[in-house]
């Protein structure tokens, strides 16, 4: 084992502070004693802005352990605390929190001792980039550069490192060809392997899929099946086995799309059963994106050649060195650690994507080794593409590539919210500077290689007078659109241009008419009976947005004519280049029309199908937004305009996708009921007896507004089930209160607390932390539920601080005046219970407790739950009593079903 590193570490968590000496000696520290040490010396730690949170010193810096592990095993998971790293690099996790601060000296020995290793695989790189690290002033440099031997031979640049591409052809429409419901039936048993229970269940969902990849009957007219199929079915399987024989006979591809990353990894991993030959897998089965989860190489390129500086730039050379390592290229949610851009507070990690759409496609001299580029032609000749719903229902939007259609919507329970946000429309000061700096490029003391326009089409320009002058037009016209320093000029009182002046009316009239103006949230009033100044000024916005639109369809036909032509200097690269261009104005061109559209409805009538209002963004009362905003009444209308009509065959799936309601309402919630071919209906119940392992607490006796209460309820509960817990609030403050007033008490015995929006960790990371520890708690808001996919014993107790009624804002109250009043916000609360229940039973042997810390559950709502749960309304004492009876004590794999595991009842698997 390596001798632990003589240098001192700090260890520091809700239950107390712990110093080790150089010589390995531990002692407990106070608050200010550890302070004053570290800022004399670098200590060895693990998350320095979580170490600096818990000492309440934010600028604490030192020789972070996880800085180390990224640039020696880029693009590999650790779970990022002390027992993960310990078990990353082979040693046994600390037996205590005090312990935990020797044990960072020896893992940091352990990982220096891996650069003279022959063996370490990710050597490559390493020299360069610590040479520029260490003209950085990264704390591990030199400690990394007395142990690395310089290479023999100079190492490859990292662009050249990566593959690069191959062109594909045309993509050749698929056969028309069916699967037949035993033959996809035959193709599940093959999934499932010889000597498999069957699941009656899962036989049945292939056998009701299969139909839908058959090509369809009329035009607008998919084949279409809703199937909700309960935990436990396996009903992942049962579409992938028609997907996939239909994908092997046609030629063809089926999308797979999911609404949270934690189903994407799940179907990634079952990859090997569809396709056990890696490499033939990752030809076949192929993960998507929005490009704005991708590393740009040329942004890349920029931050290492001193476009960052300070922290940024030592993030941008862990993330050169994540590249060259990395499966796709994904930064969020893919092989890069999550918790890596938060060490650096995110400092520039956004400014590595393509989040702007300011690729430059052909003219990038990384073009043929982009990852985004790699994954979008890597899709075009998989047998599955698995995507999540936003890139499914853009792609069919507004995207260059081909629609999807044959389509898997699992998780289909988040199609209305996810349609809602693709095709909503926000004319916002953030939006109206993005689309200035995408035409007229960087301004003032912006940085980088960010350009606009003419850079991108100077070739085009001097090429076409036509076009060349189309250019300039929009280059002027877009100087009208609000510019950096546009919120300070408004609340001077002194916009500048026809779009920040009408922004100014908007706040005036948002502050003028909303309430709840002191609590420094976000404000909005509907548009209704504008008074005159703000139609006039609208009227005035839409003439300048007019202006630029005419200009930039000019240039969109003259580009499209350079294609037609094809001069000399149009070769293979400028061709795509001028595509992308097309596309990009195509898309610019009609968020300008829907601006346009907006604006005149100020003025004008109300259109029914939409839902229209004014808003100023507020974070504990900063402004950082003022828009006018405008939501489909029924988002599920455009998806099934644009996604499900143009089909051939789509699934959608969910273990909740009725929410408790009839079919109708499943129906309505898709987009299904715009259809005119008829939809077929699945179901199939959970094979789980819930009565045996799960129950329903409501607890009667916690006043509503006690925090004292409400905390102590928390802490007790989370007592009883010794962690465990998912704790979901409702608003961000009582999270805060409640973590604040019970962390301490908890850690000190034994049961660390995490929590969004108090930690500074990404969510992702927060549920990695979560699922690796039994003991601990993880407190959340409601968005939070839904990437918590946390099978077994660490997540055994959910708690629900109140009854999750939709917020009420204009575009709920719209919603719920066209959905039936109050049986709209049944069925919204209903949804939500049910997800919210369904995290604690995931997998057979799962046992829980849901409980419910508000007497104001009303009991129609109660059919949220699974048929046979036992609900019981009782005092705080009676529900820890029974959880401590329930979750306490024996791990759940000791049990019998007698005792409260979770079995199927007459099906097992
Ligand atoms: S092709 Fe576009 S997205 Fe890819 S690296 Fe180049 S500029 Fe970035």
Known sequence: MAAPLPLPALHATHAGIWIADPGGELREATRGEAIARAAETPHIVLNAPLVGQRLGYAELSGLDLLELFAFLHPARFAVPTPAGLSRAVGLEAPSSEAEAATVLQTIAAKLLAVLADADWAEREGAWTANASLQRLGWGWAS???ARLERPERGERMLFSRLPQWEETGEQVPPLATSVR???AEAKLAELT??????????????AAAAPIFAPRQARDGPNMLLAEAGTGIGKTLAYLAPAALWADRSGGTVWVSTFTKALQRQLDSEGPRLFADPKERAKRMVIRKGRENYLCLLNLEDALQGGFAGRAAILAQLVGRWAAYSKDGDMVGGDLPGWLPSLFRRAGA??????????VYGGCPHYRRCFIERAERAGRDADLVIANHALVMINAARSRETAPDRIVFDEGHHLFDAADSTFAVALSGQEAIELRRWIVGPEGRSRGRRRGLSARLMDVASYDDEGGVALEQAIEAARMLPSEGWLGRIAEGAPFGPVEALLAEVRGTVYARSKAQDAGYGLETEL????????????AALESLEALHKPLSVLSRRLEAVLEDAPDWLDSQARAR????????KWRRETLAAWAALLARVGGAADSDFVDWLSVDRVDGREYDIAINRRWLDPTRPLAETVLKPAQGVVVTSATLRGGDDWDTADQRTGA???????????????FDYGTCSEVLIVTDIKQGDIAALAGGYARLIEAAEGGTLGLFTAIARLKAVHARIADRLARAGLPLLAQHVDPIDPGTLVDIFRDDPRASLLGTDALRDGVDVPGESLRLVVMERVPWPRP???????????????YDDRVVRARLAQAFGRLIRRQGDRGVFVILSAAMPSRLLRAFPPGVRVSRVPLEEAILRVRERLGGRPADELSVAQGRCEPVADPH
Request: proline share 6%.
């Open 143 to 145: 400690l990394v550069g």
């Open 181 to 183: 419901p035993a033959e």
């Open 193 to 206: 392997g010889k000597g498999a229970e069957p699941r009656e269940g899962q036989k049945a969902m292939a």
């Open 350 to 359: 956004t400014a590595l994507t393509d989040r702007r759409g300011e690729c």
């Open 528 to 539: 209704a009976s504008p008074d005159g100044p703000l139609v006039d000024r609208a009227a």
């Open 578 to 585: 001028v595509e992308g261009a097309i596309n990009g104005l």
């Open 673 to 687: 009921a715009y259809l005119e071919s008829s939809v077929g209906h699945f179901e199939a119940e959970s094979p």
């Open 809 to 823: 804002t204009v575009l709920h109250a719209a919603r719920r005046m066209a959905g039936g009043g109050s049986a």
